[in-house]
């Protein structure tokens, strides 16, 4: 074992070798990437053996990859982000009627905020929706733990599991213990069984029946309940952890003779010894201003305010390590502290739920019998909250106390968006306050007003705090494509191929760096929905405007991911659209991992690229031009000819990523002879290119302008796009460049 500085992707990434992983695939998509990555390297390096791991083509692929892989009895890892996961979602709706058989276990990365996505959903729904058990961990070393127990639910009761990171999660890093040297479990082998592997109905029908019964022994599992006599405690909510009501009843009312097999099998996969899965579900007492205590402590200041409200605080995910850091905080602020004086010290009960799906209802139960109202801290959908206000409204009809939960329904938390500490804080922070006031005897719109007076006093002193301090504002830095990108040329020929035909288009764009040909002044993109979603939006549009050229974007991995079936509904249905193919030999935005058509795997074994032109003459496509997006003219005039073609068609713009090839020279602007037009700039965007408007440079030229455009040296990559843009030819290649093919 030794202590490594990792990335929580990184450490996950360890944590399943550690757990015996002997098959991992994935397709890339950030917060996500980093694990593939970190398990191909340690299986470079040798310290990871008996592993195969691959950038599958897309996520239903890797997942389809790794679900073959368990049913042979490998364990096996499947990743990607939030939304490559309705990519995969076919696949995973059938598995897990099916089952597996090797531990497997999806590792999916959802993106509050969202930093790098196009949704914000929330996986812990999907895994609801799939019924399928999630973990959701609220730090890297809980993840990891996770990641381990996931893997041996997943073999025990033959279930895919859902580990659920976050992009602080995923993307923070820390010290951990690693092992040096990991090995694969050794897998059996597929054992032949039709009546368990063929999803014909009446499959289907009974691996519901198995779905249903193992969610039940789980759930109790996720609660910390042990025995099959402690299994439901649906039928009376109140009795808490430590009462046992046997198996509900009504799951018998079916009459089928299929159930108690059903049953039993479930009863025997979980009769192996469990871990404690309850652990990731803990619940511990505090007071306000000390901290997290001990029991002893936490029942004298319930004691010494009978009656008092005690406050829930119920946290998932990273939204845990939130809260208790302002918890901490709230402990060593004077506020807080002169409350204490004044009616002493403010008790409540914490409770993270690191396993949301299936919900540990018996273990939020204990948890509701200890407080009055409940405050729910989470990232994304109100998911906990959702199930807290269920527990109550059972408990409300068993006749027992029922506390208040507020969270986003009540407007009490953001409806979107990250949570942080100082947010959590302050939802905290009125909280305590409310209980405080009532204690005092403040009631109705008195309480309210109070409680609003010191959040606004807070808000103040915050702004005040801020207004102090120096003002130094950074420009902005919006994302923009590379200086050099190929992107840029493909985009401004097309845009320049429409303009001399007079024509209307619409560009529809797809996910990856593409994407930012949107930003002015190229403003290339008018449509963005999810990946491979140009190529057929493109049609649809064309159905409602035919006069209007429709021409869509796609990148080469995207291209094999996800276009290839909008290609052949474009042939097959005769829509007159041309598909625009940027070719630039990776798949950039997400750290250049390869994909089909570059002829390299992640673990660098070459193989034959497959062609894109080959598949678009298979699926059907007659006219199929080329230009290499540096040269302006050529492109102009591939587009031109494609466009003018009825029916489908397609430009494949092929020039290496910038990060992928070796700079060429600079380009120079002649000072003298730049009249200022300032064409370079709002023509193409490219970050290199600047301008000079100081006095000097008003001045240097041979006559009067508003300044000089510049070049930065340190950005430029000499693609030499800028040399064909401007109008006066001030703009030139070094001699050292010309002539290069990029």
């Not at 109140?238 to 003779?257: F, K, M, S, T, Y």
């Amino acid at each position: 074992m030794a202590k490594k500085l990792l990335m929580g992707n990184e450490a996950f990434a360890c944590a399943a070798l550690e757990a015996g992983v002997g098959v991992v695939a994935g397709y890339p998509g950030t917060p996500s990437s980093e694990l593939i990555e970190t398990v191909a390297a340690r299986v470079a390096d040798g310290s990871a053996r008996g592993v195969h791991v691959e950038w599958s083509t897309n996520e239903k692929a890797a997942l389809e990859l790794v679900a073959g892989a368990s049913y042979a009895g490998a364990r096996t890892l499947f990743t990607c982000k939030q939304v490559g996961l309705n990519v995969a979602s076919d696949a995973l709706m059938s598995l897990n009627y099916v089952g597996v058989e090797g531990g497997c276990v999806l590792y999916v990365a959802d993106d509050p905020g969202p930093i790098s996505s196009q949704t914000e959903q929330d996986t812990r729904r999907f895994a609801s929706f799939a019924k399928v058990p999630v973990f959701d961990p609220e730090n890297i070393e809980q993840g990891m733990d996770m990641m381990k127990a996931a893997f041996e639910l997943s073999e025990r009761y033959r279930t895919p599991v859902i580990v659920r990171a976050t992009t602080r999660v995923c993307h923070s890093s820390t010290f951990v213990e690693v092992a040096d040297v990991t090995e694969a479990c050794p897998a059996k082998g597929f054992v032949k069984d039709d009546s368990r592997w063929v999803i014909f109905p009446a499959r289907a029908f009974r691996g519901h029946l198995e779905v249903n019964e193992r969610l039940r022994w789980i759930e109790a599992e996720f609660s910390g309940i042990a025995s099959d006599e402690n299994l439901d405690l649906h039928g009376d909510v109140g009795r808490g952890i430590d009462a046992g009501v046997g198996v509900n009843p009504a799951i018998h009312l079916w009459g089928d003779d299929l159930l108690p097999a059903v049953a039993k099998e479930v009863s025997e996969c979980a009769a192996i010894p469990p871990a404690n899965l309850g652990s990731f579900n803990p619940i511990e007492e505090g007071l306000d201003a000390q901290g997290v205590c001990g029991w002893g402590d936490f029942e004298a200041a319930v004691a010494a305010h009978r009656g008092m409200p005690v406050l829930g605080i119920v946290c998932g995910g990273v939204s845990a390590a939130y809260a208790r850091e302002a918890l901490a905080m709230i402990a060593q602020e004077e506020a807080t502290q002169a409350r204490a004086a004044q009616v002493g010290p403010l008790p409540y009960v914490f409770m993270q739920v690191g396993t949301p799906y299936p919900f540990p209802v018996a273990r939020a139960d204990y948890f509701a019998d200890r407080v009055d109202r409940i405050i729910v801290l989470e990232e994304l959908d109100h998911v906990i909250e959702d199930e807290l206000v269920r527990l109550a409204g059972l408990r409300a009809v068993a006749g027992l106390s029922a506390p208040r939960v507020m969270a986003r329904r009540s407007n009490d938390c953001f409806a979107a968006g990250e949570n942080t500490v100082e947010a959590i804080a302050e939802r905290l922070r009125m909280q305590f306050d409310q209980i405080e006031l009532e204690v005092r005897g403040f009631t109705g719109d008195a309480l309210h007003d109070e409680v609003a007076l010191r959040h606004h006093a807070r808000v103040d002193e915050r702004l005040v705090r801020a207004q102090a301090a120096p003002d130094v504002k950074l420009p902005a830095r919006p994302p923009v494509l590379c200086a050099g990108c190929p992107h840029r040329g493909a985009f401004y020929a097309a845009k320049q191929a429409m303009r001399k035909m007079r024509a209307r288009a619409v560009f529809s764009g797809d996910i990856g760096c593409y994407t930012l040909g949107n930003a002015r002044p190229l403003d290339a993109v008018d449509t963005c929905l999810c990946m491979g979603a140009g190529i057929t939006m493109a049609q649809g549009l064309g159905t409602v405007e035919p006069g209007v050229k429709q021409l869509a974007f796609v990148g080469d991995s995207t291209f094999f991911a996800s276009g290839l079936t909008g290609v052949a509904n474009a042939a097959y249905n005769g829509h007159d659209i041309t598909v625009c193919v940027l070719d630039n030999s990776t798949t950039a935005m997400t750290g250049g991992q390869p994909h089909p058509g570059i002829g390299r795997t992640l673990m660098g074994t070459m193989s034959e690229p497959l062609s894109i032109e080959a598949a678009l003459e298979a699926l059907g496509v007659k006219c199929i031009e080329h230009a290499n997006p540096h040269h302006l003219e050529e492109s102009i005039q591939a587009v031109t000819r494609a466009v003018e073609h009825e029916g489908v068609s397609a430009v494949i713009f092929r020039a290496p990523c910038v990060n992928l090839v070796k700079p060429e020279a600079p380009v120079t602007i002649d000072a003298q002879t730049c009249t200022g037009c300032k064409r370079c700039i709002t023509s193409i965007g490219c970050p290199a290119i600047g301008f000079d408007a100081s006095e000097a440079a008003k001045a240097s030229g041979a006559r009067k302008r508003p300044g000089a455009a510049v070049i930065d040296p340190t950005l430029c990559t000499g693609c030499g796009l800028c040399t064909q843009v401007c109008p006066f030819g001030c703009i030139a290649k070094s001699e050292s460049s010309k002539g290069a093919e990029r």
